[in-house]
């Protein structure tokens, strides 16, 4: 669940503006992402929209030439560079302060991180299902939390280093399978950072490595999730044979 609030709401939603979503389905996706105890709905989008703005530079919050320690969590272990700080300040985020929903999340941040992302799942098993108190707590506080912040962070560091570049070869973010397994589809990641507002955040025709993708289009069969964008795939197979490593199978056809 908290997966999908990072992957569906505060990403693909709040930062990129891919789709749109119904009041309720906003309601779902920030409950989703508090329960993943990361910052909050502004922070977290205000960083990931510099980061897509000036990637890899000194104003990048996670900037992966500073090594996999860094881009995976050193980042949040020290002050921000001033180029970070200057560039944020300059970031349009009008669109997520007027979400009402971002509103709500943001004033009563605290309360909401501490119940929905500790409290509440960890008395859940116990109080329910009479697991022990001891291993509930040490699964959803020590384990559950620690793999959701590490599989988000492999976004930054795994996705920015290691992989193929099918779409843009002159970027560091790459297709990383593993990456993509561990996080719902958010590894494809040099598809990502060359088309970063389609919804998909990929380029594949199936749901098999990206499970967000088809919990957007579920919630888009009913209406909750709508205007969702992607480009033609006559603009995407452009791409590909312009700035391309050649490792895609278009690439790979042509120059048989």
């Given at each position: 669940m908290n997966g999908f609030g990072i992957?569906?709401?505060?990403?693909?939603?709040?930062?990129?503006?891919s789709y749109k979503a119904t009041l309720p389905l906003r309601i779902i996706l920030m409950i989703c992402f508090?329960?993943?105890?990361?910052?909050?709905i502004h922070d977290w989008v205000r960083d990931h929209r510099v980061h897509h703005k000036y990637t890899e530079t000194s104003a990048d919050p996670h900037n992966a030439k500073r090594g996999f320690f860094f881009s995976h969590v050193g980042w949040l272990m020290m002050r921000k560079h001033p180029d970070v700080i200057r560039r944020g300040k300059e970031i349009d985020m009008d669109d997520v302060l007027a979400d009402p929903v971002v509103q709500f999340h943001v004033k009563h941040f605290s309360i909401l991180k501490m119940m929905l992302a500790f409290i509440i799942p960890s008395i859940v098993p116990p109080l329910l299902f009479g697991e022990d108190w001891f291993w509930s707590i040490v699964a959803i506080c020590v384990y559950r939390y620690c793999c959701s912040l590490n599989f988000t962070w492999f976004v930054n560091s795994a996705a920015h280093l290691w992989g193929y570049k099918p779409y843009d070869k002159k970027i560091n973010p790459s297709e990383n399978l593993g990456v993509s397994i561990v996080?719902?589809?958010?590894?494809?990641?040099?598809?990502?950072?060359?088309?970063?507002?389609d919804y998909k955040a990929a380029e594949l025709g199936n749901y098999s490595f990206n499970l967000t993708t088809f919990w957007i289009d579920m919630f888009a069969k009913i209406g909750w999730a709508y205007d969702l964008r992607a480009p033609?795939?006559?603009?995407?197979?452009?791409?590909?044979?312009?700035?391309?490593?050649?490792?895609?199978?278009?690439?790979?056809?042509?120059?048989?």
């Open positions: 992957t569906g709401g505060v990403h693909r939603l709040w930062s990129h503006r508090t329960m993943a105890g990361q910052n909050p996080t719902m589809g958010e590894g494809w990641h040099n598809y990502h950072h060359t088309f970063p507002w033609s795939r006559q603009f995407v197979e452009r791409v590909i044979m312009k700035t391309g490593d050649g490792s895609h199978s278009i690439s790979r056809l042509v120059t048989k």
